[in-house]
C-alpha cells in the first residue's frame, strides 16, 4: 500500500512544485493596511480552481465576518464511508525585512535542497500537501472517504473569521475526523503528531502622561516621559529570569512526554553565542506547557530622524500565549488587569484586546491517532510517531472541538524547525512534503478501514 502510494506522490512532486510556486507568489498577507486585499482575493481563486479541477463539488468563497474569505469544497466517498476535513490556510506572515532574504520572499527558490519563499511551510505547504496526497488516492484506486476541505484567509491576523462563519453555520464543517495541516514535525524525518496548542490573546496598550511632546532640555528630568512609562510597565511582565510574570497568572505548570534538549533548542531558534534562554523549567515546559508574553511592537520614534522630545503618547502590542488548562479570555481580563496596575507616575493607560483564541488538548487515544501513527510508521520507514506540544495557536482547533465534540481532530504539517516560519527566509523541506503527503494519503485508506472494522 505504502510503496504504492509513494511512487504516486513521487510522480507528482514536479507539480507540487510549480503550484507552490504559483501559491508562493500571491502576496496574501490578510491585513489591507500592508498589502492589497487583491492579494488574497487572488490566492482564494486559486485555492478554488485547484478543488474543482480535483473534482470537489459545491466548491465556494466564504464571506467571512473579518472580511476575508475562506475557500470550502466537498468530495463525495463511497457509500457509508466516513467523512475527513482537511483543514489549511492560505493567508501568510508579512515577509519582514526583506532585504534579509536570500532571495525574494515571494518567489519559490529552490537552494540547498529547500524550497524558500514565504508561506512555503506555513501554511500554503499544507494545501499542496492535501491536494498530494488526495491525488496518490485517487492514481491507486480511488479516494475512500468523503473529504471537506477548508483554506482560511486570516489565520495569521487572528481576526476570528472562519471561527465566527463556523459558528453561524455548524452544519458546514461536520466530519468524523478533521486533520489540521498546520503544524510541524519536531525534526525533519521524526514523524509527530501536536497534541496541544497554546491559546493566545493579544492586546494593544497605550499609556499617554502629555498633552504633546515636549522639548527634553527644557522639560526632561520632570516631564513624565509616556515611552519610559510604558517601557516600565511592559518589564513587569517579566521577572528577573525572564519567566512571564501576568498577576493572577499561574506560570508552573509541567510538560509530560517528548522533551526538547536546550542544545537543540539553542541551535533551532539561532540563539546568540553567550546569550542565556529566558524562563525556568525544561525548555517543554516553557513553550508547550506555560504562558509567554511577547512584545510584538512599539509605536514610538526611529533612531533615524529623531528629535530631542520627551514623548507624550507610546503604545505597545502584546501578545500572551497560554497552555492547555487556561481561559483564553480570563487570561486576557488577568494581563489587562496586570497592565493597568503596573502603569508608573499615575499615567493614563488604555487596553485594547485585539485578538484571542483558546487552547486546546487533542485525544491521542482515539482511532484515529491510531491509524495516523500505523501512516506515519510506513511513510517515514518505521520510525514511530511521536506526540509534542505546539507554542503557537490555531483558534479554530477549539472551535471545531467545541462544535463537533465527536470528532477526532488531529495536527500534522510541514514546520518543522528548519522551517522558520514567520522568520525571513522561511522554507519547507521536499522530502517531509513527499513523505507527509504519502502519510496523510495511508491515512485516510487506513482511517476508512478503521471505520469499517
Known sequence: MAQALAAAVASLMPQART????LVAFK????????PPEECA????????????????????LDTPDGTQSVYGYLPGPAGAPTVLLYAHYDVQPPLDESAWLSPPFTLTERDGRWYGRGAADCKGGLIMHLLALRALKADGGVPVGVK???????EMGTGGLERYAEEHPELLVADA????DSG???VGLPTVTATLRGMTMVKVRVDTLEGNLHSGQFGGAAPDALAALIRTLDSLRAEDGSTTVDGLSADTSWEGLQYPEEDFRKDAKVLDGVELIGSGTVADRIWARPAVTVLGIDCPPVVGATPSVQASAQALVSLRVPPGVDAVKAGELLTAHLESHVPWGARVSVEQVGQGQPFRADVGSPAYTAMAEALREAYDGVEMEIAG???SIPLCNTLATLYPEAEILLIGLSEPEAQIHAVNESVSPEELRRLSVAEALFLRKYAAHRRG
Open 28 to 35: 496574501s498577507v490578510a491585513d489591507p493596511a500592508q498589502f
Open 42 to 61: 487572488a490566492a482564494a481563486r486559486w485555492v478554488a480552481d485547484a478543488l474543482r479541477a480535483e473534482g470537489f463539488t459545491d466548491v465556494a468563497l
Open 185 to 187: 514535525n519536531f525534526r
Open 19 to 22: 503550484e507552490l510556486a504559483e
Open 149 to 155: 476541505v477548508i483554506a482560511e484567509g486570516s489565520e
Open 178 to 181: 478533521i486533520v489540521i495541516g
Open 390 to 392: 505546539q507554542g503557537g
